[in-house]
DNA sequence: AATATAAGCGACCGGTCGGTCTTATTGTCT
DNA sequence: AGACAATAAGACCGACCGGTCGCTTATATT
């Protein structure tokens, strides 16, 4: 049985969110304010509270949000190239493209939302550590199906290349929005191109540049 | 002549900016609030306005004293290690014993600076921007004199080079904060260290592990 | 000794923060 | 048709924000 209501109450909802998300990836998840997203979502502040009990539930629910952006955006279409060195340049590649493209206003929600909360003990700092630890796990994973099927020499510490890996993506972020773009963007793909291919067996699995 | 009156505010006016790098690196200097900062430097509020107009001066203040902190404990004492890889190296692991001490509560207060003011204009953001891109030109300089010195091959592009260690050291930051420590600073070191193994001429210059 | 200046304090300003309470509207179920 | 529940709005709260004001105290200058 539909319910008119749920569903509306679920689209705004929604849009509350994918709001939230794009201001968090300005000025930070703590930094929002509920009356900034109150008047960029179109509604009244006092809306917010028949939907979460507080902010922290609102901050929680961002994270989730986030987080299945992320997926959608970055990891559903990394998954679609074929297993092995090719799927992990993918995942770096659609990243960068994710930023380069701006879906989020503010570049990146995740390195805002960990750098601002690393030191703020709670529940979301807790989630944002686990899509942490998500993300560095899905490396991980693709990473060992990689030097599985033979893509990637296996001497290598894997943990390492995953840290090395998400730290160039990382640094994408603040290096394009602090200093010049274009460079930033080139920088963080060859470094990792260039690392992916000096440990392929096939390098020609990978672009050229 | 001395001025006792003059020495006693620099003194208090250095103390205030001290502490407010400290807090800075915890909750950003944005985030920062002239209340806590009081509170926590020992002094009334409206004290602070006869040192600084308003919180931006503050602010800027705040990042050169923050700039002065990282030359005197990171850039000075890997100067004195010999020209050519091992310097290069040495400002890599200079940074990490800054972090691994502990020496801000936060970590690092360019980290949590960069995050909140990358997408906020205005006179603080182009002063950490130029603290980046001095933190590069260093790094950039003292590689080229580890390639002209025959240290490091010379066929690789430096700026990626920078832009990687960079990077590098800048996740060991939330890596070792919002994950667990031990992990994070052992692969920010090695990381660095294989790259630069690889590329030296005679690896015998770098440690082992 | 008189005067100028800097350091620092307490009270207070307008504004915004996260959050509560009451009320109006609206779709659903019986 | 009527009871009910969900959504959202508006008025409002105490706390805190950055910042101003007038004032006291201590030091230099003359």
Redesign the interface.
Known sequence: MTDGRKVRGQRSREAILATAVELAS???L??LSLSKLAAAAGMSKSGFFSHWRDKTELQLDAVEWAAAQWRDRIVVPALRRPRGVRRLFALHEERLRFYAEGVL???CFF??A??????LPGPV?ER??EA??DW?GLLLRVLSEAVAQGDLVPET?P??LV??I???G??V???A???ECE??FR??R??VL?RLRALATDPALLPED
């Open positions: 300005v000025d930070g703590d930094g206003p503010g570049g390195f805002a960990e750098a601002e909360f690393d030191d700092r944002i550590a942490k630890r560095h510490d943990e390492l840290f090395e998400n730290a160039i990382a640094a972020v603040t290096s929005r602090l200093l460079p930033s920088h963080g060859q470094a260039q």
